[in-house]
């Protein structure tokens, strides 16, 4: 299992230096730089952190082809590629459905979306030239200036229909943070469904929250409000149902809309974060790594650590355990 890191675009680009300097000196394969609305743009983020290290490669992730045309995200990673040869990789994904109705936007057809969305990046990256007749894209007689790039496509997904997708068309498949091991393996499973249909193969990874301490409440106090805003949302249900957590769903997002932090602590509990985080003991944080591990990842990426301390213990410890072979393997739930 290989070490990653990701940047959310919520703190300042010095923040971003300072994670990418960490991740270098760690040997962190890949600093995956998501798409938010509202927050840092990535292309420009990507663009800082190649020119900061020597060796980090860096994920567009998950550009949605409803805000960014794929033809774009294609464009940009390409150039990105042509400056900083074999250190890029572009990732899609539909978007945070609550990201996206802020902005107005309703994500119609996403499966035939996200499937037009990577034919289109992937034709455009052969450098060869492309006449594509799809329902959402179309491309008449275009190539790419940038020539030939054959970049690894991942997809971002978490329902049935996207994770089997995910295994039959793109490269690699990455799952949420705030998702636990036995989600994970689900999510897997359905991936290699996908994979067994044309016969083929792909990378796997997933986010994990993680905060370190010798006290663990300690360490579970710096997360639960990064968890509280992705478990507030519906499409988790499966996520906690495996996980065994007890949550109200919809008392979370209540107190987090009206910004009643002491309820929103409240309920997420030590328990909700250690059953979906890398979070608590350093002995903790250990168990947990191998537990993503034997859901079946090849990497995991460290998220949500905040000042260089911090980073710093965090990755240590993962890239400790990155090479050890998992204590258990866990299977998904149907």
Same mark, same amino acid.
């Given at each position: 299992?290989?070490?990653?890191?990701?940047?959310?675009?919520?703190?300042?680009?010095?923040?971003?230096?300072?994670?990418?300097?960490?991740?270098?000196?760690?040997?962190? *394969?890949? @600093?995956?730089?998501?798409?938010?609305?509202?927050?840092?743009?990535?292309? &420009?983020? =990507? +663009? !800082? $952190? #190649?020119?900061?290290?020597?060796?980090?490669?860096? *994920?567009? @992730?998950?550009?949605?082809?409803?805000?960014?045309?794929?033809?774009?995200? &294609?464009? =940009? +990673? !390409? $150039? #990105?590629?042509?400056?900083?040869?074999?250190?890029?990789?572009?990732?899609?994904?539909?978007?945070?459905?609550?990201?996206?109705?802020?902005?107005?936007?309703?994500?119609?057809?996403?499966?035939?979306?996200?499937?037009?969305?990577?034919?289109?990046?992937?034709?455009?990256?052969?450098?060869?030239?492309?006449?594509?007749?799809?329902?959402?894209?179309?491309?008449?007689?275009?190539?790419?200036?940038?020539?030939?790039?054959?970049?690894?496509?991942?997809?971002?997904?978490?329902?049935?229909?996207?994770?089997?997708?995910?295994?039959?068309?793109?490269?690699?498949?990455?799952?949420?943070?705030?998702?636990?091991?036995?989600?994970?393996?689900?999510?897997?499973?359905?991936?290699?469904?996908?994979?067994?249909?044309?016969?083929?193969?792909?990378?796997?990874?997933?986010?994990?929250?993680?905060?370190?301490?010798?006290?663990?409440?300690?360490?579970?106090?710096?997360?639960?409000?990064?968890?509280?805003?992705?478990?507030?949302?519906?499409?988790?249900?499966?996520?906690?149902?495996?996980?065994?957590?007890?949550?109200?769903?919809?008392?979370?997002?209540?107190?987090?809309?009206?910004?009643?932090?002491?309820?929103?602590?409240?309920?997420?509990?030590?328990?909700?974060?250690?059953?979906?985080?890398?979070?608590?003991?350093?002995?903790?944080?250990?168990?947990?790594?191998?537990?993503?591990?034997?859901?079946?990842?090849?990497?995991?990426?460290?998220?949500?650590?905040?000042?260089?301390?911090?980073?710093?213990?965090?990755?240590?410890?993962?890239?400790?355990?990155?090479?050890?072979?998992?204590?258990?393997?866990?299977?998904?739930?149907?």
């Amino acid at each position: 299992m290989q070490l990653g890191i990701s940047y959310d675009g919520s703190e300042p680009p010095q923040a971003l230096l300072s994670l990418a300097d960490a991740a270098d000196a760690a040997n962190c *394969v890949n @600093m995956w730089i998501a798409t938010h609305l509202f927050f840092r743009e990535p292309i &420009a983020c =990507a +663009a !800082a $952190t #190649l020119a900061a290290t020597r060796k980090l490669g860096i *994920v567009l @992730m998950a550009m949605s082809p409803y805000t960014v045309n794929p033809i774009y995200a &294609a464009m =940009a +990673a !390409a $150039t #990105l590629d042509e400056l900083y040869p074999g250190r890029v990789q572009l990732c899609f994904g539909m978007g945070a459905p609550r990201e996206l109705e802020a902005a107005g936007i309703v994500p119609e057809k996403p499966v035939r979306t996200l499937r037009e969305a990577i034919e289109v990046a992937r034709l455009l990256l052969t450098g060869d030239l492309v006449n594509f007749q799809g329902q959402q894209y179309r491309i008449a007689g275009r190539r790419l200036a940038t020539g030939t790039r054959p970049l690894p496509l991942w997809l971002a997904a978490s329902g049935p229909q996207m994770l089997q997708m995910a295994g039959e068309v793109a490269d690699g498949i990455i799952i949420s943070a705030g998702t636990s091991p036995q989600f994970i393996a689900w999510s897997l499973d359905l991936v290699r469904k996908g994979e067994e249909r044309v016969g083929r193969s792909v990378k796997k990874a997933a986010l994990a929250l993680c905060s370190v301490d010798d006290d663990g409440s300690v360490a579970n106090d710096r997360v639960r409000r990064r968890l509280a805003y992705v478990l507030r949302g519906e499409h988790h249900a499966r996520n906690l149902r495996l996980a065994g957590s007890e949550l109200d769903q919809g008392a979370l997002s209540r107190a987090f809309t009206e910004q009643n932090w002491g309820r929103v602590d409240e309920l997420i509990t030590d328990d909700v974060v250690h059953r979906h985080c890398a979070s608590g003991t350093p002995a903790r944080v250990v168990e947990m790594a191998r537990a993503y591990s034997g859901a079946g990842l090849d990497e995991i990426i460290a998220y949500g650590m905040q000042g260089r301390e911090q980073i710093d213990r965090v990755l240590a410890i993962l890239g400790a355990q990155a090479e050890l072979a998992p204590a258990t393997k866990i299977k998904g739930v149907n």
